[in-house]
């Protein structure tokens, strides 16, 4: 494995406001400051990745609505590695995009795709098992994809059932996978718990530029076309206007049903790195340092009184004081306040979306 062609692409395009009111389909949770430790999502997946992949062969996908974030946010990335989608076609026509355009300048590159708003609390594992994957990936056919070990039955994550009878014979650790599985009910998923080949589905995918769009060509012709049909302006004035013409034709359609659930070279990597997605609150709270009442408080001047079970965000005021709450959000962001229980913030967020 080349080091020099190892590519990061970094799919940050989606609205995100599932942490209201910080967060909006304006200003997307990727861009905020989540944690409160000073790097918004998007820097701390770039950060993530400085041992893996050089900062030169980074690339960005993200909605042309966004392109003023990113460039302030990421000042280290050069604008050729920004590219804009003119209106949300999933993230097959986004992997596509990007696929050919650095086929056309690197054809022996090995690319690890990621999200741009999940958090990783143990770096020094995560860079380990992206790394092996990557070996694996450089000279073969196969596509990877990283299984989180599952530790509760959750249903707000796809599953992914692995054959674990016999691990690839140049990597121990890697799998075939049998089946990628919907987003299931409680019952279903405390049965996946239940077994020890089933792993959530964490949406990184590891491949060689070859491997991922050849696998478009077979199975999304349609999509495989235009992107061929962009090869002579890639790199060129012209890429923008063409990808504003012809990109909204692309399917909408997610590179797990395109290629993932269609292709025979799927294997998976199951690993245990402190990941989450950040989906909700709750989410939020089983990931962050808690205080001996089970509190996670983010801001500068935070008091809590005979409270437990909360989560307080609260980084532009001057002082907050909170007392006599039990499982409770608290958050604040741009004279908005958000006051629920934790447990009912999946009804505040159906509210926001009526």
């Not at 009878?165 to 140049?170: E, I, Y």
């Amino acid at each position: 494995m080349n080091p020099n062609s190892n590519h990061l692409v970094i799919m940050a395009g989606g609205v995100g406001s599932r942490f209201w009111p910080m967060s909006s389909p304006s200003y997307p949770k990727q861009f905020i400051d989540v944690l409160g430790c000073g790097r918004t999502l998007i820097q701390l997946t770039i950060d993530r990745f400085k041992d893996i992949c050089p900062l030169e062969n980074t690339w960005i996908v993200t909605s042309a609505n966004y392109v003023d974030i990113v460039k302030e946010q990421l000042p280290q990335i050069g604008d050729e590695h920004i590219l804009l989608e003119p209106c949300r076609r999933n993230t097959a026509p986004c992997i596509a995009y990007v696929s050919w355009k650095i086929k056309a300048k690197d054809p022996k590159a090995n690319i690890v795709v990621t999200p741009s708003d999940h958090i990783v609390t143990d770096e020094r594992e995560f860079s380990r098992v992206v790394l092996s994957a990557m070996k694996f990936t450089a000279d073969s056919d196969a596509i990877v994809t990283l299984g989180m070990k599952a530790t509760r039955a959750e249903t707000g994550y796809g599953y992914i059932e692995a054959d674990l009878s016999m691990p690839c014979p140049s990597n121990k650790e890697i799998y075939r996978v049998d089946a990628f599985k919907e987003k299931p009910n409680l019952e279903t998923a405390e049965r996946y718990l239940r077994k020890n080949n089933y792993f959530w589905n964490a949406g990184i995918f590891i491949w060689n530029v070859n491997t991922i769009v050849n696998a478009l060509r077979v199975y999304q012709p349609a999509m495989a076309k235009i992107f061929e049909r962009l090869l002579p302006y890639y790199y060129t004035e012209k890429e923008q206007a063409l990808i504003n013409e012809l990109f909204p034709a692309c399917e909408n359609i997610s590179i797990d049903y395109a290629v993932m659930e269609k292709a025979d070279e799927i294997y998976v990597f199951p690993a245990s790195f402190g990941w989450s997605d950040l989906g909700t609150w709750g989410s939020l709270h089983d990931h962050t340092k808690k205080d001996a009442h089970n509190n996670i408080c983010i801001g500068s001047n935070i008091r809590i009184h005979e409270s437990r079970n909360c989560v307080i965000h609260a980084t532009e005021e001057k002082k907050v004081i909170i007392q006599g709450l039990d499982g409770y959000i608290v958050a604040e962001k741009n004279g908005m306040l958000l006051i629920c229980r934790l447990s009912e913030e999946q009804r505040i967020k159906d509210f926001l979306e009526e």
